[in-house]
């Protein structure tokens, strides 16, 4: 276990989790964003100039084609960039300084469909459509991983969370039913 080691003079850190279907952003250096992540992607946006930065945290890359086109989903990545690109241009960052990391996009569970590599490679692709350079990326695997970014410095930790089962559970043996009757007061 890590201890966080304060630094003389610094305001005290405030802990943000980032939920699946959020995007934030800030300049603050007291504020970390924090998300756990399996097959959901996050993306680490920050501008190096105006020290601005912001997390997103999506579910699935896009609707299915059959969904209707008029109700907006915000666990959607199609959504949660644009709205994290939005957020950061708000607070003052420029598009063309924009710098990103992307972590996530696992399967974790090896029965179903690879939602997590649907993830990864729609938020590549976004990425490089908008011209938004990627400067590191931790995506696919079997793992979950813990992200923990400081908008305000760009700075990013990385911890992946290893699987590791519960022992099986022994039934408890119960007593026999009574038979026959019963007969109450």
Known sequence: MSAEIPIPGAPPLERVTVMQGQALASASPSIEYSTVLGSCVATCLYDPEARVGGMNHFLLSEPPANAPGTQVDEHYGVYLMEL???????KGARKANL????YGGANVNRNMMRIGTMNADFA????????IRLMREDLGGNNARRVDFRPASGQVRL??????????????????VARGDVELF
């Open 84 to 90: 994290l690109v939005n957020e950061m241009l708000s």
């Open 99 to 102: 710098r990103a990391h992307l």
């Open 124 to 131: 590549r692709d976004f990425l490089r459509r908008e011209g």
């Open 159 to 176: 911890r992946t969370v290893e699987d590791r089962f519960a022992p099986p559970v022994q039934p408890t043996p119960r007593p026999a």
